[in-house]
């Protein structure tokens, strides 16, 4: 049977039915949009910001409601907004439409669909862990023109809270930046205990001595400091999911169950994780002996070192650049490059690199 549960993919706006423990943040983000233009989302990594977006602020609206354009930097955050837009437009036949400011395609594309446009930049701290001066001015010039226009478009800008410092620039331009904004804490133990027995229920999956069961599955996911990251908790599910198949004498059981032995075995999510990772590892070098690749061991992890920038944050690089930062010792060629990145992509262990 194929895993219920979202592993490392946040929840989308089909995904209501199994979306637990953010009602009230959902209200509040629902609310704050509409009390002004600008609205600034902010949390902990691991916060389900995305999530929160796309599944609960997307499911308070009708389609007819809004036109939602979600935007990451790639490249450069200003190229990635004119693309956006570019993509929306039905009448872009206008022989100066290349020429136009974002504001002006802005107005083209409401008159398009008659529907409040609401531009979201998610990860917005890539505009300031990677993007230079130039291009993070321009940004900001860019926006408070929009929120000076009579235009029906809104902002969403959602970062990691540890960036909120380097927006001192943007609010020296935009002095509302921080009039509207919401912070998205970690979720409480009783939160977590309703994601877990929601997620259950939803996946029919049958859990023995509810109680216990689940709070050994929270004392299992907290990190050092006490805390539960909700990708993480996606992760260990799926885990336990897998375990149980595992260890059935059935190949296809009838029904799943989780109870405290089970989970005990499975153990702490530091070693789930490991144990994730050395799996994908390993097959991944394995096709690329198949393929022809000498001395593949090691070489997918220093492909992925090679997308981290130094604080953590996995950036977006082109092929031909990732192969020039590799060591020169390793020789692979574009297509057996591209292929570990489609494999990355497949974990969700990166976003789609471009090529």
């Given at each position: 049977?194929?895993?219920p549960?979202?592993f490392l993919d946040?929840?989308?706006?089909d995904?209501r039915?199994?979306f637990?423990g ?5 209200a ?7 009390a002004?233009?600008l609205t600034?989302l ?16 997307g499911?308070?609206f009708?389609?007819t409601?809004?036109?939602p354009?979600f935007?990451r ?5 200003n190229d990635s907004?004119?693309?956006a ?13 290349s020429k136009?400011s ?13 529907k409040p446009?609401y531009?979201?930049f998610?990860?917005?701290?890539e505009l300031?862990i990677?993007g ?5 001015h321009l940004?900001?010039?860019n926006i408070?023109r929009l929120l000076?226009s ?6 969403l800008l959602v970062i990691r809270?540890e960036?909120?410092?380097?927006l001192n ?5 935009v002095?509302?930046?921080f009039?509207?904004?919401l912070r998205?804490?970690?979720?409480n133990d009783?939160n977590?205990?309703?994601?877990i027995s ?6 029919n999956?049958?859990?023995?001595e509810p ?6 599955i ?6 050092k400091?006490?805390?539960?990251d909700?990708t993480?908790?996606q992760?260990y599910?799926d885990?336990l ?8 004498p ?5 029904k799943?169950?989780?109870n405290?032995d089970?989970v ?5 999510i ?6 994730f990772l050395?799996?994908q590892?390993f097959?991944i070098?394995?096709e690329l ?6 001395n593949a ?5 220093e492909?992925?070192?090679s997308?981290?920038t130094e ?5 977006a690089?082109?092929a031909t650049?990732?192969?020039d930062n590799l060591p020169?010792?390793?020789?692979i060629?574009q297509a057996?490059?591209?292929?570990c ?5 497949r ?9």
């Amino acid at each position: 049977m194929d895993s219920p549960f979202k592993f490392l993919d946040a929840y989308q706006k089909d995904d209501r039915e199994r979306f637990f423990g953010r009602e009230r943040e959902t209200a509040q983000l629902y609310n704050a949009v509409f009390a002004s233009n600008l609205t600034l989302l902010y949390g902990a990594s691991g916060t389900g910001k995305t999530s929160l977006i796309n599944c609960g602020l997307g499911n308070k609206f009708y389609d007819t409601d809004w036109l939602p354009l979600f935007i990451r930097r790639n490249d450069n955050v200003n190229d990635s907004l004119e693309q956006a837009v570019n993509q929306r437009m039905i009448s872009d036949n206008n022989p100066d439409f290349s020429k136009k400011s974002i504001a002006d395609k802005l107005q083209l594309l409401y008159l398009d669909y008659y529907k409040p446009i609401y531009l979201i930049f998610d990860q917005f701290e890539e505009l300031y862990i990677l993007g230079k001066p130039a291009e993070q001015h321009l940004f900001h010039q860019n926006i408070a023109r929009l929120l000076r226009s009579d235009l029906q478009a809104k902002v969403l800008l959602v970062i990691r809270e540890e960036w909120i410092a380097y927006l001192n620039e943007f609010e020296k331009i935009v002095p509302s930046l921080f009039d509207n904004r919401l912070r998205i804490e970690r979720m409480n133990d009783p939160n977590v205990y309703r994601v877990i027995s929601g997620s259950c229920r939803y996946a029919n999956i049958e859990v023995q001595e509810p109680g216990k069961t689940i709070m050994q599955i929270i004392e299992n996911l907290r990190d050092k400091h006490e805390r539960v990251d909700l990708t993480n908790l996606q992760v260990y599910l799926d885990r336990l999911y897998r375990g149980y198949q595992e260890n059935s004498p059935n190949d296809k059981p009838e029904k799943i169950i989780f109870n405290p032995d089970l989970v005990n075995q499975v153990g702490k999510i530091d070693n789930v994780l490991s144990q994730f990772l050395d799996e994908q590892i390993f097959r991944i070098e394995a096709e690329l002996q198949s393929r022809g690749v000498k001395n593949a061991k090691g070489l997918p992890l220093e492909i992925l070192f090679s997308l981290v920038t130094e604080d953590g944050t996995k950036q977006a690089l082109p092929a031909t650049n990732i192969l020039d930062n590799l060591p020169k010792n390793r020789n692979i060629d574009q297509a057996d490059l591209e292929y570990c990145l489609q494999e990355f992509q497949r974990i969700k262990l990166l976003r789609q690199v471009e090529g």
